[in-house]
């Protein structure tokens, strides 16, 4: 019997702190006076992680809650989205994009290599009209790093949003989110 390929980051093991902190009593973030400060500080971390004066929000789920969570805000049906594509995780964007109607192109890339931003130049030259734009900054199984610096660039230059899926990618990598003109990270 063959084992199964398992295609998440993990398994993790917890450190002790957490599995303490995880045992204290649950409160309504809603009511709970000491919660708006520690988000407001554990945003604020963030803010200099991603290097970045925006605002910063934090979900309470797995990374692809805010991959699906910024195409289910910024997509309509009948919008034209450019995939971004030289792994699993770029091409499983689209799927997110087609499930709130969106008319998915894929730029393919190779698997095993990093975009090749010439072609990707040469591509949107010949075709830029995308509402916006997802891409992987590290795809995962591959640990392929995708030179984001150098491609929002190119995307906004052609006035389209980047959705960028750095879930693998933030505190391993350096993130330049202002600088790097990223808009969603």
């Not at 971390?45 to 699906?68: A, P, Q, S």
């Not at 910024?74 to 109607?101: M, S, V």
């Amino acid at each position: 019997m063959t084992k199964p390929l398992i295609m998440t980051p993990g398994p993790t093991e917890i450190h002790e702190d957490v599995r303490k902190a995880m045992a204290q009593d649950i409160t309504n973030p809603d009511l709970d006076i000491n919660f708006y400060e520690y988000y407001r500080e554990s945003c604020n971390k963030l803010k200099k992680l991603l290097n970045t004066k925006e605002d910063v929000l934090i979900l309470d789920g797995e990374g692809i809650l805010g991959l699906e969570a910024a195409c289910a805000s910024l997509i309509e049906a009948g919008d034209r989205i450019l995939c971004i594509d030289n792994g699993i995780f770029g091409h499983g964007f689209g799927d997110f994009a087609k499930i709130y109607g969106a008319e998915v192109v894929y730029f393919k890339g190779d698997y095993r290599k990093a975009i090749d931003v010439d072609e990707l130049e040469k591509f949107l030259e010949r075709d830029n009209e995308f509402k916006l734009a997802t891409l992987v900054h590290c795809e995962t199984p591959s640990g392929i790093t995708n030179p984001v610096d150098k491609i929002c660039p190119l995307l906004k230059k052609h006035g389209i949003i980047s959705i960028v899926d750095s879930v693998s990618a933030v505190g391993g990598e350096r993130v330049e989110v202002d600088k790097w003109q990223m808009d969603i990270v």
